[in-house]
C-alpha cells in the first residue's frame, strides 16, 4: 500500500472488523507493507483502508452517498455480518464496526493533528455510515449523526442541534456549514440552529497561526483544507498461489490470485530468452537463501 503525501493521514484504526477486537491502530508511512500469516487480517486491514479513503476522496462541494462499497476488486468483504466482528456468549452480537485515520492539516491552519471516526451499522445487508466524529481538540469536537432521510444531528461542546437537512460526509457537510457561516442564515432553508454549529469553524480558525492578521478568513478554503485530502492509492492484495496441472496459454490477464503468473514465465522462456534467464537467477538466488526453494 503506497501514499504519495505522507503529510494528510498518519495513522489507520479499526476497530471489531473481523479478527480486529476493541480499536486497534497502524501507523502509516509512503509505503506500508503488511506481513503476516493467513487469517490474521491483512486484507481487512487493506479493504477497509480502501473504504476510508473513498469517504475522504469524494469530490469536493458535492453531497456524496453516505453508503460505501466494501466489494471491490480485489477486497470483497461481504456484507455487514461478514465484516463486523462476532461475538458470542452472554455478551450477544455486536452491531456497529468503526474505521477511522489521525488526520494532519496543512502546518499553516496551525491545528494538530485530529482523529476521526466513522462507524457503520447494517441497512439491509450491506454496512452504511451513521455517524461520523471529528476530534479537534481535548475540548473541541464535531460530531454528526444520521437520524432520517431529511435530518441530521450535529454536536458541538456547546450544543446538540437537529438540522433539517441530509446526512453528509465530512467533505460536504463542512462546505455547507462554513458557507453558512459565511453567508449566514437565510429564511426558508430549515437550518434552525445551524449559526451555533457553524460557529465551530469560527473558533477552530481562530487556532490557527493566520488567525491573527486575517479578520475575514475565507471559511470555504479553510473547511476544505480541514478535511485530510487521500492521494491515490495502490493497494495490492495478498498473493494466493494456485497451482494447477494445466494451464490455458491464451489466458494471461492479471490477478490478486497470481494464476496469470505461471503463462507469463512461460512466454518469457519463449520469447524473452535473455529477460527469463535475468529474472530466472534473481528467483533462484532469492530461492536458496530464504530456503524457500532450489530451483525453477
Request: charged share 25%; aromatic share 8%; with cysteine.
Amino acid at each position: 500500500m503506497a501514499r504519495r503525501q505522507t503529510e494528510s493521514i498518519t495513522e489507520f484504526m479499526v476497530e471489531d472488523v473481523r479478527c480486529f477486537e476493541g480499536e486497534q491502530r497502524a501507523l502509516l508511512r509512503p509505503i506500508t507493507l503488511l506481513v503476516g500469516e493467513n487469517s490474521t487480517g491483512k486484507t481487512s486491514f487493506l479493504g477497509c483502508f480502501r473504504a476510508v479513503g473513498e469517504l475522504l476522496r469524494g469530490p469536493r462541494y458535492l453531497f456524496d452517498s453516505p453508503r460505501i462499497d466494501f466489494n471491490q476488486e480485489p477486497f470483497l468483504m461481504g456484507s455487514f455480518r461478514d465484516i463486523v466482528r462476532s461475538r458470542r456468549g452472554r455478551d450477544g452480537r455486536i452491531n456497529e464496526f468503526r474505521l477511522g485515520v489521525v488526520a494532519n492539516p496543512p502546518r499553516r491552519l496551525g491545528i494538530a493533528p485530529y482523529p476521526i471516526h466513522f462507524s457503520f451499522c447494517e441497512r439491509g445487508s450491506e454496512p452504511s455510515i451513521v455517524s461520523y466524529r471529528m476530534q479537534f481538540t481535548e475540548h473541541l469536537h464535531l460530531e454528526v449523526k444520521h437520524e432520517s432521510d431529511s435530518c441530521t444531528q450535529v454536536s458541538t461542546p456547546s450544543c446538540t442541534v437537529a438540522l433539517d437537512t441530509p446526512f453528509d460526509l465530512p467533505p460536504a457537510f463542512l462546505f455547507r456549514l462554513s458557507h453558512y457561516a459565511r453567508e449566514k442564515r437565510r429564511p426558508g432553508l430549515g437550518l434552525e440552529g445551524v449559526e451555533a454549529v457553524s460557529e465551530l469553524l469560527s473558533e477552530l480558525r481562530r487556532l490557527g497561526r493566520a488567525a491573527a492578521t486575517d479578520a475575514s478568513p475565507d471559511y470555504l478554503e479553510f473547511a476544505d483544507a480541514l478535511v485530510p485530502s487521500v492521494p491515490d492509492l495502490t493497494s495490492i492484495a495478498p498473493l494466493r498461489s494456485k497451482p494447477k496441472r494445466t494451464y490455458d496459454p491464451v489466458r494471461e490477464s492479471a490477478s490478486p490470485d497470481g494464476e496469470h503468473v505461471p503463462m507469463l514465465m512461460m512466454r518469457l522462456d519463449r520469447t524473452e530468452k535473455g529477460q527469463w534467464d535475468s529474472l530466472h537467477d534473481h528467483l533462484v538466488d532469492f530461492g536458496e537463501q530464504s530456503g524457500l526453494f532450489s530451483d525453477i
